[in-house]
Every structure is written in C-alpha cells, then in structure tokens.
C-alpha cells in the first residue's frame, strides 16, 4: 500500500508545508523516501515503535543515543482504514515541528486516501472497459467470462441497446476526475454500463427492460453533451444501435458503430432504425469504394471547384436555382460547371443512373476524406 513511489510523493507534497526534513518508514521500520537521500533504506527504531504502539513520538536529542537511526524529531503513524501502515517523521526541534505535526499526518493520510481510490478507479475503469470490448466482440462466455462479470456485479441477462459516444477536438488527454464526473453523470443504475473505450469514446449499454425509449435515449444523450460541453468543453455525437439480448449485443454494437460513422456533426444523434441506403453502403468493402470513386469522380478528383459544385447540387436536392445561389454564381455558370463535369467523367448528371452514380461516388468520398483526416 505504502511503496516507495507513493512515499516520495508524500515527503514531496509535505515539504512544500514545512522547511524540516520530512521521512516516510514502513511497518518494518526502514526509511523508504526523505528529503536525506542518504536516509532511505537505513533503518528507524523511532519509527517502529510508533507504528508498533500505535501512537505519535517524540524523539529528543538524548534519544538519539539510544534509539537506532533516529533524530531529534516528532514521529506519526499513519492510519488508513484504521490500520497503521507506515510512519511519517518530521525532523528537528521537537517544540518547533510539534505543532505541525497533526497538519502533516492529516495531509497525509489524505493523499494515502486520494491515492487508493483513484488506483481503486483506474483498475475498475481498464476492467470495465476490457470486459465490454469482449462483451462486444461475442467472446465465449465461459466461466472466466461469467466470473469477471459476476466481480463487475453486470447483470448479464437483461436486453440492452449499445450506445457509442465519440469525442471531438480533444486538444489533451481526460483527467481522471473528468472520467469519474462523467461516468457518475450517465450511469443511473446498476442496470446499466458505462465504459470508456480509449480516450475519445464511451460505450453504453443501456438497459431496454422498461423500455427505454428512443425519445428517452435521445433526451439523455442531449443533457449529457450539454454537460460535457458546460464541464469540460467536450463536444461529443453518438451512435445507437436497437435493443438486443445478452448474447447478441455484439448486433447493437456494429449498429452504433455504423450510426457513428454517418454523424455528420458534433452533437448529432444517429439511430440505426433511421438507416436506409447507409445499411446497403456498410457492407461495401473500402477497396471497392475506391475503384468506385477512381472509376467515376476519377478525372475530377484535382478539380476542387468541380467537386464542391456536385457537392451543393446534392445538398441542394438538385435544385439548380438554390445551389447557384449558395454557390455566389450565376445559373448559367453553374451549367457550364455541370457540363463540364459531364464531359470529364462521361456522366450525365440528368440521367438518373447516372445522377445515382455520381451520389454515391460522392459518399464514399466524403467517407475516404474523413477517414484519412
């Protein structure tokens, strides 16, 4: 509990309070960290008896020809959970360090505290987040599977619907107070599972036996980006998959993980009930995508303004008049532009074929491009 690392930490924190030497000893009675390098691992029978009786000790300078290893000092036992696990010493004079004496225990033990509980978080956070990622991934559930759920305490046979939430414009790691505020601001029961996936994701699983409702789901991804944003400024979308039992929720995954990849801003929600052509695209392999473009868009992939004009034209419904007007250009130089399109990829962007062609050739660019950002 008390190791050398955490110590030097304490004698580091506490040296900023007080000029005097600062030690840290273990039950065993041996320095572990002092601001006296040559200190550490010498043994401390001041220290012992403290941590042995239980009990704060001051060290006078007669002391220091009977007692081994000692200075003239002030000894405590640092308590945690009621036990004492190592000592805290403060050397000088005894009727100058005294009054700090408590200060200085108090202190530490709380950062003792502060250290167990977030070690306590971290591991429960790299479990967490191991477990769910086999969860998802269909691993067997075998009795290793079943046990480490069970020292999770995850009910593992209620229906649940898998929620991806994806960060954006991270400009530095989350802290690990900012991952426990979030983890206490979603998770609402012991029903439910939160877990983070990196440091740009949080995978929800969250529990469908009293219907949670898509309205339900989406007024709560809605708070919870509204948090983010005020607490943090952490913008975030989300991708839901539907409800589905234990054993399948691998199914609910790859749906949220299909709905992610069409948000097309920070703050969007998309549900995989809503999917429609994006269901038959998925399943297009990346290579394919590829040729598609080369084999279409291929001779105006150098032509930005070419490119940005289908773009609006698509945006636009196909409304010439409107993408004219949010292009800035005249009618007729946005017939040139369309002709001109036509004649490099020899599509006719008034043929419905051809018009389909050219759509999806534009998705699996805009994919590429943001997949290679």
């Not at 530095?172 to 983890?183: D, G, K, L, M, Q």
């Not at 698509?314 to 949010?326: C, G, V």
């Amino acid at each position: 509990m008390l190791i050398p690392e955490l110590a030097e930490k304490i004698v580091k924190e506490v040296r900023k309070l007080i000029g005097e030497d600062i030690i840290v000893v273990n039950n065993e009675g041996y320095i572990i960290a002092s601001t006296d390098l040559e200190r550490v691992g010498t043994f401390h029978e001041g220290a012992l008896i403290a941590s042995q009786q239980k009990r704060k000790l001051i060290i006078t300078i007669e002391d220091q020809t009977k007692l081994i290893g000692v200075k003239a000092g002030i000894n405590f036992p640092i308590f945690f959970q009621n036990n004492v696990i190592g000592v805290i010493g403060i050397t000088g004079d005894p009727t100058t360090v005294t009054p700090f004496g408590e200060i200085i225990r108090k202190m530490t033990e709380l950062l003792i505290s502060e250290n167990y509980y977030a070690e306590q978080f971290d591991w429960h956070s790299r479990a967490l987040e191991s477990f769910v990622m086999d969860w998802v991934q269909a691993k067997d559930w075998n009795e290793a599977f079943m046990n480490r759920a069970r020292l999770l305490n995850i009910d593992m046979e209620i229906k649940r619907a898998a929620v991806i939430i994806e960060f954006s414009g991270l400009t530095s790691p989350i802290t690990r107070e900012a991952w426990s505020s979030i983890f206490k601001k979603f998770q609402k029961n012991d029903k439910e599972v939160v877990a983070r996936s990196g440091n740009e994701r949080i995978i929800l699983l969250i529990n469908c036996t009293k219907g949670a409702s898509r309205e339900r789901i989406e007024t709560r991804l809605k708070q919870f980006f509204l948090f983010l944003s005020d607490n943090f400024n952490i913008h975030a979308s989300a991708g839901v998959g539907q409800p589905a039992d234990p054993k399948e929720i691998k199914v609910s995954y790859s749906q949220a993980e299909r709905c992610l990849k069409i948000v097309k801003s920070p703050s969007s929600i998309a549900f995989d009930e809503d999917l429609t052509l994006e269901m038959l695209l998925e399943e297009i392999s990346q290579k394919t995508k590829a040729d598609f473009i080369k084999r279409t868009l291929g001779p105006l992939i150098q032509e930005n303004e070419l490119i940005g004009t289908i773009k609006e034209l698509f945006k636009q419904n196909h409304s010439l008049k409107n993408t004219a007007k949010n292009l800035h250009i005249h009618i007729n130089t946005l017939h040139y532009r369309l002709k001109k399109a036509d004649e490099l990829t020899g599509l006719n962007s008034n043929n419905i074929h051809d018009l389909l062609t050219m759509y999806l050739a534009i998705l699996f660019l805009d994919e590429q491009t943001k997949t290679n950002q």
